[in-house]
């Protein structure tokens, strides 16, 4: 997110700066509100799997 302010600020443009951030803000909730709910999903025993991994080991 860092870098990505830093271009945001470097692009000089109020609107592109708000409308970058205010994505990256509902990206991030978003992300909260996964694990959160991955969270609770693993406090009641249900066994979860990231998408995106790759299973090397078995």
């Given at each position: ?7 945001t600020?470097?692009l000089?443009s ?8 205010l ?15 991955g ?20």
């Amino acid at each position: 997110m860092f870098p990505l302010a830093i271009i945001t600020g470097l692009l000089g443009s109020i609107f592109i700066a708000t409308l970058v951030s205010l994505g990256s803000s509902l990206v991030s909730f978003a992300m909260l509100a996964l694990v959160v709910i991955g969270a609770v999903k693993a406090q009641q025993g249900w066994l979860l799997r990231y998408p995106g991994n790759l299973r090397v080991i078995k």
